[in-house]
């Protein structure tokens, strides 16, 4: 270990250079512009702007000129002259922009291999939107984002925090991790509650999918989310924004960023508060059931200490408060003791209410820091991260759903993470070979408590007692490495490598136990690009998986004391395409996986003990393509669809209490549960200036999600049929005021995002989690 701190410390040395390293801003009279050329004037030597306008690049003297362009602006060119920052402001060039060409999809810029590039020429299925975009969609959670990302679903349920994401054929495990690595700002966030989180002040979202364990670490078994927010700036500038909806919904931001120091210090603030009252009702209680209160502020500090040092540091804290456990029954069943039943998983209007004699409410507060340091050292980078977080979950509420005073449920946990990463990166844009590697190191300790009372009506009288009471130690240490390598104009291979050594220690003070395990992991990506036109891209990828297992509770007939961990290996060919002077974009993707010890969640009414237990094996295949065209300079029209056929090849046997099991290889050949056989979006988006000053923008949405089997037995009786919601968004920019309307699920569907049956889980009937009714607002911000 020694020995690779030395290497990953000393290393960078044999990279320095006496090449001058510039690095600066592009951006217009208003904007950053991601993706703007620069080019030093006379070689091959470039690089692109990032999402943030951000570039960096290694000249060859101090006289070297840098050629800075972006479609629709005029071309400027700046001798360097010994300059180490150099801020360009680009002008439109009215005469460009009289051509049709497609600038809000091609043009975005995102990071998916932890390098700034186009996602037409990343070879990896990829969907992003850069501030813009984010603005234009009206993306404020990963839920609306999730809406145009072809087979991936998000979905919540139970309490604040308890998220479901569902990407190609993996779903996620209830309480567990997520299929998809959470990264924000680079850093990775191990706790999936934290999907949960508003998102706002951005610069860029991204997804990319198939496994991504290479770049990101354990569970990118199927994919990876990048958030990155806005950069602190130079210039000093401030938005103000207040909305209002129905459902006593309010909101206010307030956005404030400028220098310290001009050009060596800055520093960037943003809050937000949002309240909602609620839409959906508990018919007995007669309130609203889904309230909500979000307070959240983040403060960020950037500073230039000298040409090759650059430090930024941020901390986030916020407080989330609202409902929970109001699960809808069928109100055919309360004629005995205990309601009898069905409840039909395609909810229609009266055959389904919110009939609890319990407010459940719940909370999340989560308070995270991290502090970056760059050194530039000539044609290398060396970049450390250090984050800390904690995440404060509480909830409260019924356990039987029903107007009866029979069982309540209650839970407390603390998840507290260490990260420390050190990453070397190649800066030198004028070769063939590029590369980074690195070393990473991370503690998490989940402190999880879980309690319920039997009420008056229970069989034995009032009681209470506990469920769970253990804490969860991870550490991980780990080692990585990616490169790509251009075997010609045409051809590029790359590969990476990511070693994981896990230990895992569990405390439990109910069942008084300790266990541990320890895991080590190696999960490679091979990839190979061609790339016959500057217009068209085939990819071929590799890639391997992981998803960490641990320990339940205890053992029940249902699932065992340990999970394992979950791998998966996915093969993938795509294409990229632009055709039609860059008006008509088509992408799309063909992916098989295999995987082993897939996880499934389920609770144990019996005992009252929530659960993981792991398939044998199942595989996934399917197909997703993307299509964008700028129909006129005023109008776009874009589409996306998704296959994921995901299926139980070997259910295995799981549970093991005195002498009892579960063969699940009785679904052996259904679809895994949780997924959506398909989804389906298409929309139109409009941007034009009515006049010099006024700005239009428009935005319309409709998402469809394919039919889901809530369970492994795939009866009719417990499977949703497809359904799809439209949304829509209106903009009118004036100077620097902006007027919004928005409006979600526009034809009041209703859909549920979870379904239980109750036979397998030794309820007395099934439950259900409805999804948000119609919901519309405005919205007005002020910059200045």
């Given amino acids: 270990m020694k020995r690779i701190l030395f290497l990953l410390i000393f290393l960078p040395a044999f990279g320095w250079s006496q090449n001058l390293i510039v690095s600066g801003k592009v951006s217009d009279v208003n904007n950053a512009i991601p993706g703007a050329n620069i080019i030093e004037k006379g070689t091959s030597n470039g690089t692109t702007s990032d999402f ?3 570039f960096e690049i290694s000249v060859s003297s101090n006289n070297a000129v840098l050629v800075f362009s972006f479609i629709g602006y005029t071309s400027q060119e700046i001798t360097v002259n010994k300059q180490s920052s150099i801020n360009v402001v680009l002008q439109e060039d009215t005469e460009a922009l009289e051509t049709v060409v497609v600038q809000g999809f091609s043009g975005v810029i995102g990071k998916a291999r932890k390098r700034t590039g186009s996602i037409q020429t990343t070879p990896e299925s990829v969907t992003a939107l850069n501030a813009e975009g984010i603005e234009s969609a009206g993306i404020t959670d990963i839920s609306s984002f999730s809406t145009l990302v072809p087979n991936l679903k998000f979905n919540s349920a ?345 230990k895992f220690n569990q405390e439990d003070f109910l069942f008084v136990t300790k266990s541990d395990r320890d895991n080590n992991e190696f999960q490679p990506k091979i990839s190979l690009s061609y790339e016959p036109s500057k217009n068209v891209l085939f990819y071929a990828n590799y890639g391997r998986g992981y998803r960490n297992g641990g320990f339940n509770a205890d053992a029940t007939d249902l699932f065992n004391r340990s999970f394992d961990d979950e791998t998966s290996d996915n093969y993938e060919f795509g294409f990229k395409t632009t055709t039609w002077e860059n008006r008509f974009i088509f992408n799309g993707s063909i992916f098989s996986s295999k995987l082993d010890n897939q996880q499934q969640y389920i609770l144990d009414l019996n005992t009252f003990i929530a659960g993981v237990y792991n398939y044998k094996e199942t595989k996934v295949f399917g197909f997703e393509l993307d299509t964008r065209a700028r129909l006129s300079n005023y109008l776009d029209v874009f589409a996306s669809f998704g296959i994921s056929d995901a299926e139980i090849i070997d259910g295995g046997t799981t549970g093991g209490t005195n002498g009892n099991t579960t063969d699940n290889s009785n679904y052996n050949g259904n679809k895994v549960p949780f997924v959506p056989v398909s989804t389906f979006g298409i929309g139109l988006e409009s941007s034009f200036n009515i006049t010099d000053d006024l700005k239009f923008n428009g935005f319309l949405n409709l998402d469809r999600t394919g039919k889901t089997y809530w369970h492994e037995s795939n009866r009719t009786e417990h499977t949703t049929d497809a359904y799809a919601l439209l949304n829509a968004r209106m903009g009118f920019s004036f100077k620097n005021w902006r007027l919004d309307v928005w409006g979600k699920n526009l034809t009041d569907k209703q859909y549920y995002q979870e379904f239980s049956p109750g036979e397998f889980v030794g309820s007395p009937d099934d439950v259900a989690w409805r999804g948000q009714p119609l919901a519309i607002g405005t919205s007005l911000a002020l910059k200045f």
């Fill in 158 to 502: 139970q309490a604040i925090g308890l998220n479901f994401i569902t990407v190609r054929g993996i779903p996620q495990v209830r309480g567990g991790d997520a299929p998809l690595a959470f990264v924000i700002d680079g850093v990775t966030i191990p706790d999936p509650s934290l999907l949960s989180q508003e998102l706002y002040d951005l610069a860029l979202v991204e997804v990319v999918k198939g496994p991504q364990g290479a770049l990101y670490g354990k569970n990118a078994i199927g994919g990876a989310v990048n958030i990155y927010t806005k950069d602190p700036t130079n210039k000093a500038s401030n938005r103000i924004k207040l909305g209002m909806g129905n459902g006593g919904s309010f909101q206010t931001q307030f956005i404030s960023s400028g220098a310290i120091a001009k050009d060596k210090v800055f520093y960037r603030f943003s809050s937000q508060y949002k309240n909602f009252d609620g839409l959906l009702t508990n018919d007995i209680l007669n309130e609203n059931v889904d309230f909500m209160k979000d307070i959240n502020i983040r403060g960020q500090i950037k500073a230039n200490l000298s040409n090759r040092i650059t430090l930024s540091a941020t901390y986030q804290h916020f407080k989330l408060d609202g409902g929970a456990t109001y699960y809808s029954v069928n109100p055919t069943g309360f004629e005995g003791e205990f309601p009898g039943g069905i409840l039909n998983p395609n909810p229609k209007d009266g055959n389904n209410i919110i009939a609890s004699d319990v407010l459940g409410t719940s909370d999340m507060i989560n308070n995270y820091g991290n502090l970056k340091v760059d050194f530039k050292l000539g044609k290398v980078k060396l970049q450390s991260i250090t984050s800390l977080n904690k995440v404060e979950r509480s909830t409260f509420g019924d356990l039987d759903f029903i107007d009866l005073d029979i069982f309540t449920q209650g839970e407390e946990a603390i998840t507290k993470t260490f990260n420390q990463e050190i990453r070397i990166n190649n800066t030198n844009s004028d070769t063939n070979f590029d590369w980074s590697f690195g070393g990473f190191y991370q503690k998490i300790e989940k402190d999880i408590y879980q309690n319920g009372t039997e009420g008056v009506d229970a069989e034995f009288g009032p009681a209470e007692y506990d469920v769970a009471d253990f804490i969860n130690e991870t550490k991980t240490i780990a080692l990585f490495g990616f490169a790509d390598y251009k075997l010609s104009d045409k051809l590029t291979a790359s590969a990476g490598f990511r070693y994981d050594i896990d």
């Fill in 52 to 54: 943030n306008g951000n």
